[in-house]
């Protein structure tokens, strides 16, 4: 089992910038991808990024393109995004995710196995 803690979460005005962190224990030699997804009051839990564990290979929703960065740090099992430019619209509830398999599209909730307790990000206008 993979255990994932996030933090980073608070109230920011729009246009403005928040990091969250994920941090990984256990077994985290069985993850091949580590992704973060958001879901508003009312909506679906959606992908916003990934990147992969070992290359560093990294995807975005469109929705998180040239705002938002995820990175890894290997030395201290952590994933971080990155958020710039912030929205009223990306206020939500992010998760940090883990996934062992490293086949498939990396976008679905249901491809991965393990799941933070969420950080809440809200963005006043």
């Known amino acids: 089992q993979v255990q994932l803690v996030e933090s980073g979460g608070g109230l920011v005005q729009a246009g403005g910038s928040l990091t969250l962190s994920c941090a990984a224990s256990g077994r985290t030699f069985s993850i091949s991808t580590m992704g973060w997804f958001r879901q508003a009051p009312g909506k679906e839990r959606e992908f916003v990024a990934r990147?992969?564990?070992?290359?560093?290979?990294?995807s975005y929703a469109d929705s998180a393109k040239g705002r938002f960065t995820i990175s890894r740090d290997d030395a201290k099992n952590a994933v971080y995004l990155q958020m710039n430019s912030l929205k009223p619209e990306d206020t939500a509830v992010y998760y940090c995710?883990?996934?062992?398999?490293?086949?498939?599209?990396?976008?679905?909730?249901?491809?991965?196995?393990?799941w933070g307790q969420g950080t809440q990000v809200t963005v006043s206008s």
């Open positions: 990147i992969s564990w070992s290359g560093g290979s990294t």
């Open positions: 995710a883990a996934k062992s398999i490293d086949t498939g599209l990396y976008i679905g909730v249901s491809e991965y196995d393990s």
